[in-house]
């Protein structure tokens, strides 16, 4: 399975942008690029997905770097329920992965 | 409104005792799935269900049992055998089990060992 780092921690102040890191050196060209995040004890909701290009949605934009080994999750205006951890997964679409495989993720902080 | 339900919120289990986890689904979705998640950590899967009547084990599934009789409920039992069952139980499902479908998940299922 390819796998995917991410830094343990990020804070950002509220109303300003957060840029979350992924980096995934050995994806394969079959990879889609998932991301959701889990509000405490709350149950994990997706948050965007993508494979080659950029992608913005409602939630956040994702950032795909040219050679696929990394990806940026940017939250344009980050407030107070942004405050979450934040997991980057790959899923294989041409080997049915139906799992979700969580790393341990990015705690965001916000402060307010 | 559409969505996934688990029951209860907090379920004590005695030492030696069985317990069952309610998931229900009203979203129309073929594809179920069970994990659990220990603090700190990631989620981890149990087993999924890609269609009635049919189930697979996941990473961990020692210690737990199944069924998918209806398309709407996945629940999950705890058995005796599972000897650290203390965590948060998730269920999530999908419109199907492709790579590319996103999962939803119900609001969780905390379970403490008395």
């Known amino acids: 399975d390819a796998k995917t780092t991410q830094p343990n921690s990020m804070e950002s102040n509220e109303e300003e942008p957060v840029h979350l890191p992924c980096n995934h050196s050995t994806i394969s060209g079959t990879d889609y690029i998932h991301w959701y995040r889990q509000l405490p004890s709350q149950g994990p909701e997706y948050v965007i997905h993508?494979?080659?290009s950029n992608v913005n949605n409602r939630m956040a934009s994702l950032a795909i770097a040219e050679d696929r080994k990394s990806s940026t999750l940017i939250l344009h205006r980050a407030t107070l329920r942004d405050a979450a951890v934040y997991y980057c997964?790959?899923?294989?679409?041409?080997?049915?992965?139906?799992?979700?495989?969580f790393g341990a993720g990015t705690t965001v902080t916000v402060r307010a | 409104d559409g969505g996934i339900t688990q029951s209860p919120k907090y379920l004590f289990r005695k030492e030696g005792q069985n317990v069952t986890l309610s998931c229900e689904q009203n979203?129309?979705?073929?594809?179920m799935y069970w994990y659990r998640q220990d603090p700190g950590q990631g989620l981890r899967l149990i087993y999924y269900s890609q269609i009635v009547n049919d189930f697979q084990k996941g990473d961990i599934a020692e210690g737990y049992s199944v069924s998918r009789e209806k398309k709407e409920s996945f629940p999950l039992t705890v058995t005796s055998a599972q000897k650290n069952p203390t965590a948060f139980y998730l269920c999530a499902s999908s419109i199907g089990g492709g790579a590319g479908e996103t999962q939803y998940f119900g609001p969780g299922t905390r379970l403490l060992v008395l």
């Open positions: 997964i790959l899923r294989d679409w041409e080997h049915e992965d139906y799992k979700l495989s």
């Open positions: 993508g494979l080659t």
């Open positions: 979203l129309n979705h073929d594809a």
